[in-house]
């Protein structure tokens, strides 16, 4: 009887059968640092289209695929309405700093209005690891891939007074390319808010959207 006629008789031979046990420890996230307002900035609780500034940037983030989402609060702020339910969490001003997951550390400048798209272009871009990578405009967002997140925004905040952006864009020496206009918009006051409203609305325009769409279904749409 040959070994194929044993085997189908008596079964399949037997296998060795491998799993790879991946740790949560091991796995790489992306942490999202939501920089507080400047004393003469737009409140994260302004709305927007119906929406908190900080709700969007909140929801925004959660699509694109990060893990973690920290928003860090001005003095006498109070962001829970605003952020409930999106799983985002508070860090009171000046501290202490949670702990971060190793991984990818994303920080945003204050007042940033970000695209999904570009959040997950931030995930997906090579950055060597320990390298500090500051947006061209030193406006926007910048970010690096480290073991320990806490210590590194709190380097960052000793830095600077007004906190860890402040210190990020101080003291980054790597710069790069890393937003458009089309991508992120910087709320920088209220008289930006009516421009942020056009911003938001254009970039949900397609080409087949006919006007009923683009004028009411939109519009509403994003309230919601």
């Given amino acids: 009887m040959t070994a194929g006629m044993r085997e189908s008789v008596a079964g399949p031979q037997s296998r060795e059968l491998r799993l790879t046990v991946v740790t949560p420890s ?7 640092w939501v920089s507080a307002p400047a004393k003469d900035g737009v409140a994260p609780t302004t709305p927007l289209l119906g929406l908190p500034l900080a709700r969007r940037v909140a929801l925004s983030a959660v699509r694109a695929g990060f893990a973690r989402v920290l928003f860090e609060a001005a003095s006498g702020s109070d962001l ?21 997951p190793p991984g990818r550390l994303v920080l945003l400048a204050p007042g940033v209005m970000p695209q999904v798209g ?12 320990g390298v500090f990578l500051l947006d061209a405009t030193g406006e926007t967002v910048a970010l ?12 960052l905040a000793a830095r600077a007074p007004e906190g860890a952006w402040e210190g990020a864009a101080a003291g980054s020496p790597a710069r790069a390319p890393l937003s458009s206009p089309a991508q992120a918009f910087v709320v920088r006051g209220r008289l930006d808010l009516p421009r942020a409203e056009r911003w938001l609305l254009q970039s949900l ?13 939109r519009p509403i749409s994003l309230s919601i």
């Fill in 26 to 32: 091991a796995v790489p996230a992306a942490t999202l």
């Fill in 118 to 129: 570009w959040l997950k272009s931030l995930l997906a871009r090579p950055v060597e690891s």
């Fill in 80 to 100: 829970s309405g605003a952020l409930c339910g999106t799983g985002a969490e508070v860090v009171p001003p000046g501290g202490p700093f949670p702990e971060i």
């Fill in 205 to 217: 325009v397609k080409e087949t959207d006919g006007f009923f769409t683009r004028h009411f279904e």
């Fill in 144 to 155: 690096v891939d480290s073991a320990q997140g806490r210590e590194v925004l709190a380097a």
